[in-house]
């Protein structure tokens, strides 16, 4: 009987060993598959090409390092969090790289600017910038407005270029942004633009004489009524083109990029097929740098455009 009573309660005892390695197995299971797809997806959000190239309140600067500028600025600043106006100044990613562009802009320039005239520029870096300035200057503004009017529009435009040269380059170093890849950042560009051309046209030509320039003359007057429509159109279509032309320009190029190190990603079974994707991000990256000259150069080359057709509406 005993013998009986034992061998019951062994299988009992068994069975529910059985049962208990099974629902460990199972919970074992659960949280692998979990932490496999948490994984997953902090992986798939690593080399998402979307979730590097729009704006975020904190700065990656490595995959397990991040700075929450809300956080960090709220200990110190409170004021910024609380403040009468309800609105939360805590400056962003584009930002930061809008403020760090123009204090590069401001100390590399100032480092290499000649204080004295008529001495040669000494130096790799101050030769560099020297062959843009005179470049910008001699081929691009005094070729399209003019020595005289040009002199005028010149520190604006060779501003504008800078600007956005560095904005364009910042995007290319590892843990930075494309400020330029921001809308918000070419519209406001673009807008600075547009009020320039506007008030430069009305200080030359009068109020009157602005507005009066949007009907070409010799114009029948049948035709008045359409024109008037049509170049307040014209008006407002040029600065969104430089805001979408740069915009679109700069961020596309940062998706390709990314998107070819996802296919590094992609291609981990098979590791000889990824070398295709890495020589394709490097020669895109190579081709990003002629990207960032280029788009800075027609952003200023429209901008006179634009400016000098307001200026003189007859040329």
């Given at each position: 009987m005993f013998f009986a009573s034992g061998t019951n309660h062994g299988g009992d005892g068994h069975e529910a060993v059985v049962q208990d390695a099974a629902?460990?197995?199972?919970?074992?299971?659960?949280?692998?598959?979990?932490?496999?797809?948490?994984?997953?997806?902090e992986?798939?959000?690593?080399?998402d090409p979307m979730s590097h190239v729009v704006n975020h309140d904190y700065w990656e600067l490595t995959h397990s390092i991040k700075v929450n500028f809300h956080d960090w600025l709220a200990a110190k600043l409170p004021f910024l969090e609380h403040n009468p106006l309800g609105i939360d100044f805590t400056p962003t990613m584009h930002v930061l790289m809008l403020w760090i562009s123009g204090l590069a802009l401001f100390l590399i320039l100032r480092s290499i600017a000649n204080k004295?005239?008529?001495?040669?520029?000494?130096?790799?870096?101050?030769?560099?910038?020297?062959?843009?300035v005179v470049f910008l200057r001699e081929e691009v503004v005094y070729n399209i407005?003019?020595?005289?009017?040009?002199?005028?529009?010149?520190p604006y435009l060779l501003t504008v270029f800078f600007f956005i040269l560095f904005a364009n380059l910042l995007g290319l170093i590892p843990s930075m942004a494309t400020a330029t890849?921001?809308?918000n950042v070419t519209a406001t560009?673009?807008?600075?633009?547009?009020?320039?051309?506007?008030?430069?046209?009305?200080?030359?030509?009068?109020f009157v004489g602005h507005w009066k320039g949007l009907v070409p003359p010799?114009?029948?007057?049948?035709?008045?009524?359409i024109m008037i429509p049509i170049e307040i159109m014209g008006m407002f279509t040029k600065p969104f083109a430089l805001t979408v032309r740069l915009f679109a320009n700069m961020i596309a190029g940062h998706i390709i990029i990314l998107s070819f190190f996802n296919l590094i990603f992609a291609m981990g079974k098979m590791p000889y097929l990824a070398v295709l994707p890495f020589a394709g991000a490097v020669a895109i990256s190579a081709f990003e740098i002629f990207v960032a000259f280029l788009q800075a150069f027609i952003f200023t080359f429209l901008s006179t455009i634009f400016i000098y057709q307001a200026v003189h509406p007859d040329h």
């Open positions: 629902h460990a197995t199972e919970d074992a299971a659960h949280a692998v598959v979990e932490h496999g797809a948490e994984h997953a997806a992986h798939a959000n690593s080399v004295e005239e008529g001495m040669v520029p000494k130096g790799r870096l101050r030769n560099f910038f020297e062959s843009i407005m003019g020595d005289k009017v040009g002199r005028r529009f010149l890849g921001n809308i560009l673009a807008i600075f633009t547009f009020l320039m051309t506007q008030l430069s046209g009305m200080r030359e030509n009068g010799g114009v029948p007057l049948i035709l008045i009524p």
